[in-house]
């Protein structure tokens, strides 16, 4: 089993300052994990190398805000017997389409689909891969509307099993949701 923090869409500092405290304090009290994933738009240096800093292993590629970091577009690794892709979304349009996140996963022959570029969470399958979005860190707005909040996912992988936790800031609290799906 390895265990995993989902990151997403940032935008420190072009458009939030901070990872609100409360997600922040949540997630070094979950850190170090095996893995740290994170579809971009961190938008600066400081906050990729906090990121990579959680987990022994980093998965971590560029959004359509990361000019100039040393990241690669797509990135696709096994992890427990699940192939998994990571890729920013800014290339779908409509924003988060099924279909076409669907097709990056099977392009690359992975079973899931790690994306961003919403600013919404999500996690579903679809056409037989799954798709999961953190939603946005600081829960600023994106290019295609608002998000619900500040936001991020925790989970583990074992045996094809895939369980995410969703830990969303609202009004001062933290809501959680759980997740589940067999591959």
């Given amino acids: 089993m390895i265990n995993l923090l989902v990151l997403g869409d940032a935008h420190i500092p072009e458009r939030a300052q901070e990872v609100p405290h409360p997600l ?3 997630i070094e009290r979950l850190a170090p994990v095996d893995v740290v994933i994170s579809p971009g738009d961190y938008t600066s240096e400081d906050v990729v190398e906090w990121m990579a ?3 022994e292993k980093a998965l971590l590629v560029t959004g359509n805000c990361d000019f100039g970091l040393p990241l690669p577009n797509r990135v696709t690794e096994e992890l427990e017997g699940l192939k998994v892709v990571v890729d920013h979304g800014s290339g779908v349009h409509p924003r988060g389409d099924p279909d076409q996140l669907a097709s990056i996963a099977e392009e690359e022959g992975a079973d899931v689909i790690f994306t961003g570029h919403t600013h919404r969470p999500e996690f579903r399958e679809h056409r037989g891969k799954l798709i999961v979005n953190p939603g ?6 994106s290019g295609g509307g608002a998000s619900p909040g500040p936001s991020f996912m925790y989970g583990t992988i074992e045996d094809r099993k895939v369980w995410m936790k969703l830990y969303l800031l609202r009004e001062g609290e933290v809501e959680t949701r759980e997740f589940e799906a067999e591959l």
């Fill in 24 to 26: 922040k304090e949540r």
């Fill in 136 to 141: 946005s860190l600081t829960g600023v707005r």
């Fill in 53 to 55: 800093s959680l987990g």
